[in-house]
């Protein structure tokens, strides 16, 4: 008997699916579509298992979806642009493209034997100049409709690598790369009109009903609706031209309780003070350095400068509040001033009490009385308060009633109006960096910004660069940024700043539906194809990735690209859970971490050294860590289906899995198993028995009906454990060849999303017509899922003692009798008198004695 051997067969059937087309996307009206997404990766250079388990899993529905007679798209690309190929080019030297495209390379050489069921003509990386002038194209067309526009800026400023970074890019106040400390700068920069579509992007979200509600909720606070009253205060003792200072306020039930104002650094009145004054110069030039996201402001120390400047309380004049400049007030939310309440709000209550501000509280616990507060008091939705401070006849009431009652009452004193604001900010979308889609507009003395002509694009970055000197080599490019007006064709200068790449990863989706078009897309081909049915990715990409990609399927839209069913992008999405791994790690002579290949150690030592390991429990692949497992190393011991039925079987595809050598082998000696045991069915000659036969075949449409269900509900687990189950049915089975044939082809077509090469050795073995990957998948019979008979648990006081098995329909009384002759009930109630016995049909037995 020949063996199982997966180096053989794996590349058989992958060279048999691509020789016959399988997997090649068409676009056919007759068939109902079906398109499946993995979020693209980044070309680092090689993947891990992490990696294998979110691509199996969109392989496995892509799979099920073409048997079930969908057209299938599922494509594959790169997210190719970015500083790690600008900081490799610095690093070792040659050009960011040269380090793309090998890694690019050596990653599809690493996931093309798995076996996925990919369309690989449909391949493109973002760095390409046909993807990237699409890209400028579309950015001409929203800049004609008004999407995109320039303006001067707050960024976080990297004065060692010359760039400006995202939030993201600043940890503890600090360039990830450089590790310089950062600043804000005032830029000139361009941006994405996102924040004209808060509200539209915030109310979509309830249709977005398979969506994991976690993702949604994560939108929902980062778009950050918000519905406040906005007012001024007159001020007292302030430079001409600032008699009033705007303030925007969603808690304006506790203006009562007002101790201080403060402004941001960048509020219009610092920054003439700044000019005057090196003492506030001084103190924003600290703040600038703290960096610009929410985050960071949150963790900062709480700091502030007194101007001298005071403002009056718009409901008595007498009450005068100083004016701080602040180091936690952004000046892009509201109106870059507020008042603070440090009774009533955690940040506030640090803030007065670091400068010995007055703490006077609105409201207090209901019967509590009015005392000094330890800590700022902010009542639960259901707490009631009563009001020491509040607004003339106030109600007893908290939350969103109390903001909108003194919404209310200050719009009928003449105080302000309602007014609602979104946290989300425009999109900034201009990097000082040389590896990026350059952004495609021309600078001319005469005719000021010009958009390049589209005949024009795209326009390619210059390969002849040098990384010898910190900021943007396009800059200093000899010849690359001169270029002619498209308008008066006079001399221009070429823009130098480039696109952030979220915005390469914002359309991705769409260009896959035509990736060869000579425009960014095609109208039948996005038609037919769109909307992506099933998109899958980690949780970490589950704000700005997802939140700029449905902005752009609506800028699309707007500017022709896209159908309007495609404004939102993505009808499912689902968030993969990680492969995680134990970390082996020794330490150098300084007491530094040395971290170990988990193939370089055994037996807990290193291999080369024998130096013992410290074992860190299952944490996330990192490459940085070094507890990666290589796909490429599994692949060579145990196959590709080995690699793919793991991260389907040991857990919810929702949660970690910890990939573990032990876990492998078991996968690997399961499929061998398989493979054995249809190679003795497909040399069985055993005769007909009839009731072994229709016990298989009912066997067989239950495990249809699991599997499927399974598949469909994302919990492959399950179908594993089902097909565990139904291996065992036909290894033990005693019926005829001809039922076991038959119930082995539907393990077959079973299996064939989860293993498909060994799907497709047993497909052949016992004789399938064409490949099992074209076969149309099994439907269960209904009829064939109604059991007979139902097995019920019997419980004594509360603990199961025994079970039974009942015809379906036989009555509680009969049910009763069986139980109370049971051996083991016999047995465990020796003579005691039973007190109550409850038979719930077709679910279990409860007996009290």
């Given at each position: 008997?020949?063996?199982?051997?997966?180096?053989?067969?794996?590349?058989?059937?992958?060279?048999?699916w691509?020789?016959?087309?399988?997997?090649?996307?068409?676009?056919d009206?007759?068939?109902?579509?079906?398109?499946?997404?993995?979020?693209?990766?980044?070309?680092?250079?090689?993947?891990?298992?992490?990696?294998v388990?979110?691509?199996?899993?969109?392989?496995?529905?892509?799979r099920?979806?073409?048997?079930?007679?969908?057209?299938?798209?599922?494509?594959m690309?790169?997210?190719?642009?970015?500083?790690?190929?600008?900081?490799?080019?610095?690093?070792?030297?040659?050009?960011?493209?040269?380090?793309?495209?090998?890694?690019?390379?050596?990653?599809?050489?690493?996931?093309?034997?798995?076996g996925?069921?990919?369309?690989?003509?449909?391949?493109?990386?973002?760095?390409?100049?046909?993807?990237?002038?699409?890209?400028?194209?579309?950015?001409?067309?929203?800049?004609?409709?008004?999407?995109?526009?320039?303006?001067?800026?707050?960024?976080?400023?990297?004065?060692?690598?010359?760039?400006?970074?995202?939030?993201?890019?600043?940890?503890?106040?600090?360039?990830?790369?450089?590790?310089?400390?950062?600043?804000?700068?005032?830029?000139?920069?361009?941006?994405?009109?996102?924040?004209?579509?808060?509200?539209?992007?915030?109310?979509?979200?309830?249709?977005?009903?398979n969506?994991?509600?976690?993702?949604?909720?994560?939108?929902?606070?980062?778009?950050?609706?918000?519905?406040?009253?906005?007012?001024?205060?007159?001020?007292?003792?302030?430079?001409?031209?600032?008699?009033?200072?705007?303030v925007?306020?969603?808690?304006?039930?506790?203006?009562?309780?007002?101790?201080?104002?403060?402004?941001?650094?960048?509020?219009?009145?610092?920054?003439h003070?700044?000019?005057?004054?090196?003492?506030?110069?001084?103190?924003?030039?600290?703040?600038?350095?703290?960096?610009?996201?929410?985050?960071?402001?949150?963790?900062?120390?709480?700091?502030?400068?007194?101007?001298?400047?005071?403002?009056?309380?718009?409901?008595?004049?007498?009450?005068?509040?100083?004016?701080?400049?602040?180091?936690?007030?952004?000046?892009?939310?509201?109106?870059?001033?507020?008042?603070?309440?440090?009774?009533?709000d955690?940040?506030?209550?640090?803030?007065?009490?670091?400068?010995g501000?007055?703490?006077?509280?609105?409201?207090?616990?209901?019967?509590?009385?009015?005392?000094?507060?330890?800590?700022?008091?902010?009542?639960l939705?259901?707490?009631?308060?009563?009001?020491?401070?509040g607004?003339?006849?106030?109600?007893?009431?908290?939350?969103?009633?109390?903001?909108?009652?003194?919404?209310?009452?200050?719009?009928?004193?003449?105080?302000?109006?309602?007014?609602?604001?979104?946290?989300?900010?425009?999109?900034?979308?201009?990097?000082?960096?040389?590896?990026?889609?350059?952004?495609?507009?021309?600078?001319?003395?005469?005719?000021?910004?010009?958009?390049?002509?589209?005949?024009?694009?795209?326009?390619?970055?210059?390969?002849?660069?040098s990384?010898?000197?910190?900021?943007?080599?396009l800059?200093?490019?000899?010849?690359?940024?001169?270029?002619?007006?498209?308008?008066?064709?006079?001399?221009?200068?070429?823009?130098?700043?480039?696109?952030?790449?979220?915005?390469?990863s914002?359309?991705?989706?769409?260009?896959?539906t035509?990736?060869r078009?000579?425009?960014?897309?095609?109208?039948?081909?996005?038609?037919y194809?769109?909307?992506?049915?099933?998109?899958?990715?980690?949780?970490?990409?589950?704000?700005?990735?997802?939140?700029?990609?449905?902005?752009?399927?609506?800028?699309?839209?707007?500017?022709?690209?896209?159908?309007?069913?495609?404004?939102?992008?993505?009808?499912?999405?689902?968030?993969?859970?990680?492969?995680?791994?134990?970390?082996?790690?020794?330490?150098?002579?300084?007491?530094?971490?040395?971290?170990?290949?988990?193939?370089d150690?055994?037996?807990?030592?290193?291999?080369?050294?024998?130096?013992?390991?410290?074992?860190i429990?299952?944490?996330?692949?990192?490459?940085?860590?070094?507890?990666?497992?290589?796909?490429?190393?599994?692949?060579?011991?145990?196959?590709?289906?080995?690699?793919?039925?793991?991260?389907?079987?040991?857990?919810?595809?929702?949660?970690?899995?910890?990939?573990?050598?032990?876990g492998?082998?078991?996968?690997?000696?399961?499929?061998?198993?398989?493979?054995?045991l249809?190679?003795?069915?497909?040399?069985?000659t055993?005769?007909?028995?009839?009731?072994?036969?229709?016990?298989?075949?009912?066997?067989?449409?239950?495990?249809?009906?699991d599997?499927?269900?399974?598949?469909?509900?994302?919990?492959?687990?399950?179908?594993?454990?089902?097909?565990?189950?139904?291996a065992?049915?036909?290894?033990?089975?005693?019926?005829?060849a001809?039922?076991?044939?038959?119930?082995?082809?539907?393990?077959?077509?079973l299996?064939?999303?989860?293993?498909?090469?060994?799907?497709?050795e047993?497909?052949?073995m016992?004789g399938?017509?064409?490949l099992?990957?074209?076969?149309?998948?099994?439907?269960?019979?209904?009829?064939?899922?109604?059991?007979?008979?139902v097995?019920?648990?019997?419980?004594?006081?509360?603990?199961?003692?025994?079970?039974?098995?009942?015809p379906?329909?036989?009555?509680?009384?009969?049910?009763?009798?069986?139980?109370?002759?049971?051996d083991?009930?016999?047995?465990?109630?020796?003579?005691?008198?039973?007190?109550?016995?409850?038979?719930?049909?077709?679910?279990?037995v409860?007996?009290?004695?």
């Open positions: 008997m020949s063996r199982y051997d997966p180096a053989v067969t794996e590349p058989k059937w992958q060279g048999a691509d020789e016959a087309g399988v997997f090649t996307a068409r676009r009206p007759a068939k109902p579509k079906y398109y499946v997404l993995e979020m693209f990766p980044y070309p680092s250079g090689r993947i891990h298992m992490g990696h388990r979110n691509y199996t899993m969109g392989d496995v529905i892509a099920y979806k073409a048997s079930c007679g969908f057209s299938v798209l599922h494509p690309g790169w997210d190719a642009f970015g500083m790690p190929a600008e900081n490799a080019a610095i690093e070792r030297g040659g050009h960011p493209r040269d380090w793309t495209y090998g890694n690019i390379a050596d990653m599809r050489a690493q996931m093309k034997p798995l996925l069921s990919i369309d690989w003509s449909r391949e493109f990386a973002t760095c390409d100049p046909e993807y990237y002038g699409q890209q400028q194209a579309m950015f001409i067309d929203m800049l004609d409709k008004g999407l995109v526009y320039r303006k001067s800026a707050q960024v976080n400023w990297d004065p060692v690598d010359m760039t400006v970074l995202a939030n993201e890019q600043v940890i503890d106040g600090r360039g990830w790369r450089s590790g310089a400390l950062v600043e804000r700068k005032e830029l000139t920069q361009w941006f994405f009109r996102i924040s004209d579509f808060a509200g539209e992007l915030l109310e979509a979200l309830d249709g977005l009903e969506w994991p509600e976690k993702v949604r909720l994560m939108q929902a606070n980062w778009i950050g609706k918000s519905r406040g009253l906005q007012f001024a205060f007159s001020t007292v003792e302030a430079p001409e031209g600032f008699d009033r200072l705007e925007y306020t969603t808690r304006p039930d506790t203006l009562m309780g007002a101790s201080f104002a403060a402004i941001s650094p960048d509020h219009p009145l610092a920054k003070l700044e000019r005057r004054d090196p003492a506030v110069a001084a103190f924003v030039a600290e703040c600038r350095r703290i960096g610009t996201s929410e985050e960071a402001l949150e963790k900062a120390e709480k700091r502030g400068l007194d101007t001298g400047i005071k403002v009056r309380h718009p409901f008595d004049t007498a009450w005068e509040l100083p004016v701080y400049i602040a180091n936690f007030v952004l000046m892009d939310y509201g109106t870059g001033a507020i008042f603070g309440c440090p009774a009533h955690a940040r506030d209550f640090e803030f007065a009490s670091k400068y501000l007055p703490i006077p509280p609105v409201f207090v616990p209901e019967g509590a009385g009015e005392a000094p507060l330890a800590e700022a008091f902010v009542p939705k259901s707490e009631k308060v009563e009001y020491v401070r607004f003339a006849g106030e109600a007893v009431q908290t939350g969103e009633a109390a903001v909108n009652a003194a919404i209310e009452f200050c719009e009928a004193n003449g105080v302000g109006r309602g007014v609602t604001n979104y946290r989300l900010r425009d999109w900034g979308l201009s990097r000082q960096r040389y590896w990026g889609c350059p952004i495609p507009v021309v600078h001319c003395a005469k005719c000021g910004v010009v958009p390049e002509k589209k005949e024009n694009l795209p326009i390619t970055l210059p390969e002849d660069v990384f010898d000197k910190p900021g943007n080599p800059d200093r490019h000899p010849t690359w940024t001169r270029a002619t007006c498209p308008t008066c064709d006079g001399e221009a200068r070429r823009e130098t700043d480039t696109m952030d790449t979220f915005v390469d914002s359309w991705y989706y769409a260009r896959f035509a990736p078009a000579t425009t960014p897309t095609v109208a039948e081909d996005a038609d194809w769109m909307n992506v049915d099933q998109y899958i990715g980690g949780i970490e990409h589950a704000i700005l990735h997802l939140l700029y990609s449905r902005f752009f399927a609506r800028a699309m839209h707007a500017t022709g690209h896209l159908p309007a069913k495609a404004i939102e992008p993505f009808n499912a999405l689902f968030t993969q859970g990680m492969v995680t791994h134990e970390i082996y790690m020794t330490r150098d002579a300084a007491g530094r971490p040395v971290y170990h290949l988990p193939e150690v055994e037996g807990g030592t290193v291999k080369a050294t024998g130096e013992p390991v410290e074992i429990p299952s944490a996330k692949m990192s490459k940085s860590k070094k507890n990666v497992v290589d796909p490429v190393n599994i692949i060579t011991a145990f196959g590709a289906d080995t690699a793919r039925w793991f991260v389907m079987s040991d857990s919810p595809p929702e949660r970690d899995v910890e990939w573990t050598a032990s492998a082998d078991a996968a690997f000696r399961f499929l061998g198993r398989v493979w054995r249809a190679d003795d069915i497909a040399g069985s055993a005769p007909e028995n009839a009731a072994e036969d229709a016990a298989l075949i009912r066997a067989t449409h239950r495990a249809i009906a599997v499927t269900a399974g598949i469909e509900g994302f919990a492959f687990n399950t179908s594993v454990a089902k097909l565990y189950g139904f065992n049915t036909l290894s033990k089975s005693q019926a005829g001809a039922a076991k044939r038959e119930a082995m082809g539907v393990m077959a077509q299996l064939s999303p989860m293993v498909p090469h060994l799907a497709e047993i497909w052949s016992l399938g017509e064409g099992v990957a074209r076969a149309r998948w099994p439907v269960a019979d209904p009829a064939m899922l109604v059991e007979d008979t097995t019920l648990p019997i419980q004594i006081n509360g603990k199961r003692r025994a079970e039974i098995t009942v379906r329909d036989m009555s509680a009384s009969e049910v009763e009798k069986l139980v109370l002759a049971e083991d009930v016999v047995r465990f109630l020796a003579g005691q008198p039973v007190k109550k016995l409850i038979v719930v049909p077709g679910r279990i409860n007996v009290v004695i």
